[in-house]
C-alpha cells in the first residue's frame, strides 16, 4: 500500500484515478476547492475510513504555498498524483488567467514537497497531447507523433489567441515540470501523462450535462439530437479511453520503470463519423436523433492525418488498450445515468 495525494480529485480524470487506487489497496487524500466536494467524494465510498480516504482543500493551486499544508500527511506521503489544473470561468488575459496559473499550480506543488514532504519518491503529473503536438502542421499525415515531439509554441504565439493560451500552458507547465527535476534534483522522480482527446464514462456526480468535460461533449450532443444536420469536425483526431488513462496515471507510481519519462497516453485515432456510426450501432433508440451515413461532416481530412507510438506505455505499464466501440457505450450508458 502507498499513501498517495491526488490533486483535483472530483475532476473527470482525477475520479477515475481515485476509483483504481483505493481499488489497488492505496490510502488517499484528494485535493478539491470546498468542503462540500470533499464530502460529496467520501459518500461515494462509505465503506472507506478516513485513514482509507480523506480531503484537504485547496481553493486555489495558483496560489503562492498553496499545497503548503496539504502536502503534509500522517502517515506521510509516498506519491503525489497531480490532475488539477487552474480553474476560471472566463478568459480575459492569456498569461494572468491561462499561463501563469498552470506553470505556478505545477511548480509550487513540486516547491512544496521538497520543502514538506521528503517521503515522496514518485511524482506523476497530468499533462497533454496539446504539449506534444504541432499545431502549425495541420493533420501532418507523414509524421508520427511520440514523446519526442514537443510543441513549438512561442510565449510570443501563446497570448495571440485563448486556444493558443491552452495549449501553450499545457507545454510550458510540463516544461516547467522538467527544468525543476534537473535544476533542484529533488529526493523524487516524475511521470508525465499526455493525453489527447479523453473520452469515457463519468463517475462523479454532474450537477448537471451542462459540466461535463468537453471531451464527452461531442457525445452527448449527438444523443441530444444537436448533431442530426451536420457533425461537428474534430478538435483533434486522437483518443484514449479515461479509465485507461487512469490507470497509467496509478502505474506511473506502482512501478519503477515508469520513473523520469514521458508517456504519450494514446489509444489510437478516430473521426467524429465513427462515434455516430458507433451510437447507432449500439443504441438503436436514438436513430431518430442521430446523423445517418449521408449526414455532411465529421471525416478525416482529406489526405489523412498523423499516426501514433504508444509503444512506451504499453512496455513500461504494460496497458492494454479498450476499444473505441466499448469506450462509447459505456459513455453512453453513464450519460443516460445523469439524464441525458
Given amino acids: 500500500m502507498t499513501r498517495v495525494l491526488l490533486t483535483g480529485g472530483s475532476g473527470f480524470i482525477a475520479a477515475h484515478v481515485l476509483d483504481i487506487l483505493l481499488k489497488r489497496g492505496h490510502s488517499v487524500v484528494t485535493t478539491v ?14 465503506d472507506m475510513s478516513s485513514d482509507q480516504l480523506d480531503f484537504a ?39 494572468k488567467d491561462l499561463l501563469d496559473p498552470a506553470i505556478k499550480g505545477t511548480t509550487g506543488l513540486l516547491q512544496s514537497i521538497v520543502k514538506n514532504a521528503p517521503s515522496v519518491k514518485r511524482v506523476v503529473i497530468t499533462s497533454s497531447f496539446s504539449s506534444i503536438v504541432n499545431p502549425y502542421k495541420g493533420s501532418w499525415p507523414e509524421h508520427t507523433y511520440s514523446e519526442e515531439d514537443w510543441n513549438p509554441i512561442t510565449r510570443e504565439q501563446a497570448i495571440e489567441s485563448v486556444p493558443n493560451g491552452y495549449r501553450a500552458s499545457k507545454t510550458f507547465a510540463e516544461r516547467a515540470a522538467w527544468d525543476f527535476v534537473e535544476q533542484e534534483k529533488p529526493n523524487f522522480t516524475i511521470a508525465t501523462m499526455c493525453p489527447p482527446q479523453v473520452i469515457g464514462p463519468v463517475v462523479h456526480h454532474l450537477n448537471s450535462l451542462d459540466n461535463l468535460n468537453t471531451s464527452n461533449q461531442i457525445i452527448r450532443d449527438m444523443i441530444q439530437g444537436k448533431a442530426k444536420d451536420k457533425i461537428p469536425p474534430n478538435g483533434t483526431f486522437t483518443w484514449v479511453d479515461v479509465r485507461d488513462l487512469a490507470l497509467c496515471h496509478v502505474l506511473a507510481i506502482e512501478k519503477a520503470e515508469a520513473s523520469n519519462k514521458r508517456f504519450f ?24 436523433v442521430l446523423p445517418t451515413a449521408e449526414t455532411p461532416g465529421g471525416d478525416y481530412p482529406d ?25 462509447v457505450r459505456d459513455t453512453v450508458k453513464s450519460l443516460q445515468a445523469v439524464g441525458a
Fill in 303 to 327: 489526405g489523412g492525418v498523423y499516426k501514433v507510438d504508444n509503444s512506451r506505455v504499453q512496455d513500461a505499464l504494460g496497458v492494454e488498450w479498450r476499444s473505441i466501440e466499448d469506450c
Fill in 33 to 46: 476547492r470546498s468542503y462540500e466536494k470533499g464530502e460529496k467524494i467520501k459518500a461515494a465510498y462509505p
Fill in 265 to 288: 497516453v494514446v489509444a489510437g485515432c478516430f473521426n467524429n463519423r465513427e462515434i455516430a456510426e458507433i451510437v447507432r450501432k449500439q443504441y438503436p433508440e436514438y436513430k431518430g
Fill in 57 to 95: 482543500i485547496v481553493e486555489d493551486i495558483a496560489r503562492e504555498g498553496a499545497f503548503a499544508k496539504a502536502v503534509v500527511s500522517d502517515p506521510p506521503f509516498q506519491a503525489v498524483i497531480h490532475t488539477a489544473s487552474p480553474f476560471h470561468f472566463q478568459v480575459t488575459d492569456v498569461k
